[in-house]
């Protein structure tokens, strides 16, 4: 029982009332739950307290367990609201350590009963946020970290305080929705964010130059970072399967910044978790993971089999940290500070204006009898005696505390300059044993009895220098102790300070306080006075409210009067009313025999006769609103045929007005296709336009079947519009003439599709509509198509050989061209412009330069290659016979071939108009990846037959990769060239407002979704449109057959 009070004294308030106030008649259910919250009230004072010590691990245990036991955290809050955790830091930092462990592994309703807390803490954190060092910067952090930690697990209620998950149950979490799994990701970077923040908190504030670990301060601060090891290694591991698992579903381009935010949190753990297992205070409490050299690679998806998970250690032999050697405290200092009653607390509160509705100055608009507001006053005057006196009890233990504090460190000085003496004795008799030492090692030379004691006297010289040892390191020790005491002395002395602030303090509210007494009693005189003139005016009106009563009663007599004599006049006309009526009944009564008989004839008639007017008229109306009905749903019949057809008409102008508006886009300028392919959709548009042209007439015959027409209309639309495109992407193949050729038919044909479309429109001039305009514009198309196409399988063997070398020597001519052709945009820059612009155009032009050489270089290399390919003698006895016999590897080297040559000059052609100022610096560098492809298909087509050990081939590998750099070259330089010639707008926000800025980001941040989208749709279709151009240029190579022979 002493050991309990005693603990209980530690802590500056008693165990909460609500918790120990019982009746005496319970039943043992309540006497058991009594003790309980009782025991549960104790541990949590004795877990938290005022002492700049570690949270004792027993005690945050039986916290642990209460929450168990009670399935929730209510005795917890019932206890820790009692505490005065604002106005003392270490108080509220050895809260947070406890909360920490009670949300890890406490019950899980802990999670759910503390963020009813939750603004509590958040305006404890902004409060603590206002120091800068110190125990109160470290407190907002760590309440920060717990506030995060709450609302992640609301968020994701799957994942246990303790964070401890298998793949399943992580996977399970996300749903299989990888939108889920993104926001996981982010919901966990910011969780482990603050983690890290604590962590660079903590040690930011130790002195890591000294053994800080081993004394009661420096493990007060480093005790909680064992709870955010544990977290950070389960919150590392899960994102690290969570960024694999994103990268296997989406782009790597969209993960850009969760890689970076990745790689940044990874550096800060790894130095962290580093520090952290030098520390002596960790190094007996738990096992503390390294991670890798380097981060892992999430574009690589193997590499999460080399991925291995960071397993914390808690030895289970490792003791609690109150069991280190530390320099204890407790016996040299009394804490004990008295409790402050929870009534002067409320009213404290009530002071300093917490609480607008218990103000005592509030006075209500009826006023207040002098009785109460003495009592108020009497109420006050009590209770700022009480504070006098409590302040008065705060200022004599802060002395008694001083003067504990001065007599120890008067004693640790003793003690200090004790140890000092003896170390100066030590030395002296080490000194002493020096010189005697060499005195024997002279001896040692005379003779080996000499030597022998010599050894003797080196042993104990020996065991001397570990003596010296020894008692240096007691000293350092005592040393440390010292400082420590220094820093408790100006800790006291600062909390000297805050008491005489706090008194200056109180004599301010005195002031204060005197001053609105002094302003309620002019306020309640003023108050007398106004109820007085309203006494008066009330009785004013009772006098003329009375008047108007005896007036009113007189009205009321004579009202009476002539009531009486009206119910007499009443009663004389009721009488003759009666006689009346007895002669009335007789009369009906002979009226009635005589009627019955007419009535019975009447009847009859009328029945008959309303039944057949009856029946005509039911006939007329059925007939009538037949055919009302009728016209109605066939006048809206032909008007929904009319709007199905309409919107059929538009979406189809839609679909080819689309097609047309991708030939101006410059992403379509990768696109390629067949002529193969593009000659069959010409032929198969053909056929839909005259299907289109029989439905029209069809329709304009016999208007009640729309269906045909708009099924022709649809699927010409979707053909016309496939025709434009392939038409533009088989252009993108050819040479420039056949291409701008095919381009301007191309147009021209969408534009008389639209014409006839809006010709179908009007009723007037869809009979008239004219098809055959766009039947020659498709004509015109297939024949352009027709003679695109490749003539390879229609060469003779001896063509075949010599079209190989033509076009060979064709991409060198080219190449030469277009190299003679950059020489000349050279010198024309160099003479017309200047500054930046010639600076950029000279960058630019001489990497083209670069490009084309390499390219020559890369050409020749594949001739040399191709001829020992055939001097080798695989299966030919000339190179036309060999070109002939593996046709389908000649026809890609071909056609291979021709896309070098016209990718130099489309390069070339872009750098003209970029040198111009009329391009863009996109097209060029499309340009030159176009050409990077083209050469790689002609070094593939080159070395397929190839010998591996050939000096051609590497000489090609060679010359392919210094295209490569080339390449590279000319993009490096394209887009620093952009970066310098285009003007970057000065973003100057001074003149605008908040509401302007505002709005100003909203726009931004839409602007950055939309873009987002569009990006990645673009994207998607430039793989779509890749694939359809390999699978177009299979066909028109012939590629899928049998494969050739290459004997």
């Known amino acids: 029982m002493d050991r309990v009070k005693s603990s209980m004294q530690q802590v500056p308030n008693p165990i909460p009332k609500v918790l120990s106030r019982r009746t005496g008649g319970a039943n043992s259910l309540e006497a058991e739950k009594e003790n309980f919250e009782r025991s549960q009230a104790v541990s949590i004072n004795k877990a938290i307290n005022t002492q700049e010590v570690a949270v004792k691990e027993k005690h945050a245990r039986t916290c642990i367990l209460g929450t168990h036991h009670e399935k929730g955290a209510h005795t917890f809050w019932l206890a820790v609201n009692r505490l005065p955790l604002s106005s003392n830091a270490v108080l509220c930092w050895k809260f947070c350590h406890v909360f920490h462990k009670l949300l890890r592994d406490g019950h899980p309703n802990v999670i759910k009963d503390s963020m009813r807390h939750k603004a509590d803490l958040n305006d404890m954190s902004r409060m603590w946020g206002h120091l800068s060092e110190g125990y109160g910067k470290l ?65 930011s504030s130790l002195d890591m130059s000294r053994s800080v670990s081993v004394t009661a301060a420096g493990q007060c601060r480093l005790a909680p970072l064992i709870q955010v090891i544990l977290d950070s290694s389960h919150l590392y591991d899960y994102t690290v399967k969570l960024l694999f698992k994103l990268h296997s579903c989406l782009p790597a381009d969209t993960l850009q910044g969760h890689r970076d935010r990745f790689q940044e949190q990874f550096k800060k753990l790894k130095s962290l978790f580093y520090r952290s297992s030098n520390l002596q ?7 503390i993971p390294q991670l890798p050299e380097n981060p892992p690679n999430f574009l690589r998806a193997s590499a999460l089999s080399e991925h291995i998970s960071p397993v914390v250690v808690i030895p289970v032999e490792s003791s609690s940290p109150e069991s280190e050697h530390v320099v204890e405290t407790e016996d040299l200092v009394d804490t004990d500070i008295p409790p402050l009653p929870s009534v002067v607390d409320s009213k404290f509160d009530d002071f300093f204006g917490t609480s607008a509705a218990t103000d005592p100055f509030n006075f209500s608009q009826n006023g207040m009898r002098k009785d109460e507001k003495d009592r108020l006053i009497e109420q006050l005057t009590a209770e700022l005696q009480a504070l006098k006196e409590e302040l008065e009890s705060f200022r004599l233990e802060s002395g008694r505390l001083c003067q504990a504090l001065r007599g120890r460190v008067n004693e640790l000085e003793a003690e200090l300059a004790e140890q000092t003496h003896l170390k100066q004795q030590a030395l002296g008799e080490s000194e002493f044993l020096r010189v005697e030492l060499d005195d024997l090692r002279r001896v040692k030379e005379d003779t080996e009895k000499e030597q022998r004691s010599l050894s003797e006297i080196e042993r104990k010289a020996q065991a001397n220098e570990q003596r010296y040892t020894k ?173 199905a057809l309409q919107a059929a008409l538009e979406e189809a102008g839609r679909i080819v007005q689309d097609s047309l508006n991708q030939l101006e886009d410059p992403a379509h300028i990768s696109c390629t296709s067949s002529a193969d392919y593009l000659v069959s959709r010409c032929q198969v548009a053909l056929d839909c336009v005259e299907r289109l042209q029989s439905a029209r007439d069809g329709f304009v015959s016999d208007n009640t079947d729309v269906s045909g027409l708009v099924r022709a209309v649809s699927q010409f639309a979707h053909l016309v519009g496939d025709v434009i495109v392939q038409g533009s992407a088989t252009s993108h193949m050819v040479p420039v ?21 809006c010709q179908l429109k009007e009723q007037k001039s869809m009979g008239t509509a004219d098809c055959s305009r766009l039947t020659s514009a ?270």
């Open 139 to 203: 407190c907002s952090i760590y309440l920060k970290l717990l506030i995060t930690k709450m609302e992640f697990h609301i968020k994701n209620p799957r994942f246990p305080g303790n964070l401890q998950m298998s793949n399943r149950q992580l996977d399970e979490a996300g749903e299989n929705d990888v939108n889920n799994f993104f926001q996981l990701t982010v919901e966990m970077f910011d969780y482990l964010e603050c983690e890290l923040n604590l962590f660079l908190g903590v040690f």
């Open 281 to 287: 205070y960790f190094k007996r409490l738990i096992q």
């Open 471 to 643: 008692l240096k390191e007691k000293y350092t020790e005592l040393v440390q102790s010292h400082a420590d005491l220094l820093r408790k002395n100006a800790e006291v002395t600062r909390q000297m300070t805050v008491a005489r602030a706090a008194q200056d303090e109180v004599d301010n509210v005195k002031k204060e306080m005197q001053d609105k007494l002094k302003a309620a009693q002019d306020s309640t005189k003023q108050q007398e006075k106004a109820q007085l003139e309203q006494l008066q005016a009330l009785q004013a009106e009772l006098m003329s409210s009375r008047t108007e009563l005896e007036t009113l009663k007189s009205t009321v007599t004579s009202s009476q009067q002539s009531s009486e004599q009206l119910n007499t006049q009443l009663s004389a006309l009721e009488a003759e009313k009666a006689g009346l009526l007895e002669t009335v009944s007789q009369k009906e009564a002979e009226l009635a025999g005589l009627g019955v008989e007419l009535e019975r004839v009447q009847s009859s008639l009328t029945n008959e006769r309303e039944s057949g007017v009856k029946a005509a008229e039911a006939l007329q109306n059925q007939l009538n609103e037949k055919e009302s009905r009728e016209q109605a749903l066939e006048s809206e019949l032909g008007s929904l045929r009319w709007a």
């Open 737 to 757: 003439e056949q291409a701008d050729a095919l381009a301007d038919n191309v147009k021209a044909c969408g534009a008389e599709a639209m014409a006839l479309l």
């Open 778 to 1047: 498709l004509d015109t198309v297939m024949a352009l198509g027709e003679k695109l196409r490749p003539r390879g399988l229609e060469l003779q063997q001896g063509e075949l050989g010599d079209l190989v070398e033509q076009e060979m020597s064709a991409t060198s001519a080219a190449v030469e061209s277009a190299a003679a052709r950059i020489e000349e945009m050279l010198n024309k820059s160099r003479a017309v412009d200047t500054g930046i612009k010639m600076e950029v155009n000279e960058r630019i032009l001489a990497s083209c330069t670069d490009l084309m050489q390499a390219i020559k270089v890369l050409v020749l290399s594949s001739k040399d290659l191709q001829r020992d390919i055939v001097e080798s003698g695989r299966g030919a006895a000339s190179m036309k016979e060999f070109y002939a016999k593996n046709s389908r590897w000649t026809e890609g080297l071909i056609s291979a071939s021709k896309a070098v040559g016209w990718g130099a000059t489309m390069l070339v052609d872009a750098a003209d108009q970029v040198v111009q100022g009329k391009g863009k610096f996109e097209e060029l560098m499309v340009c030159s990846h176009e050409i990077a492809a083209s050469t790689a298909q002609l070094v593939a087509a080159s070395k397929v037959k190839a010998d591996k050990g050939s000096t051609n081939l590497s000489r090609l590998q060679q010359a392919s990769k210094g295209v490569t750099q080339a390449t590279a070259g000319v993009v490096a330089s394209t887009k620093s060239g952009k970066s310098q010639i285009e003007d970057t707008d000065t973003m100057d926000f001074s003149a605008m407002t908040l509401t302007q800025i505002k709005r100003q980001e909203m726009d931004a941040q839409v602007l950055v979704l939309e873009l987002e989208t569009r990006l990645q749709k673009e994207r998607e279709r430039l793989g779509e449109l890749r694939k359809k151009h390999y699978k177009l240029a299979g066909v028109a190579e012939g590629w899928g057959g049998e494969d050739e022979g290459t004997g």
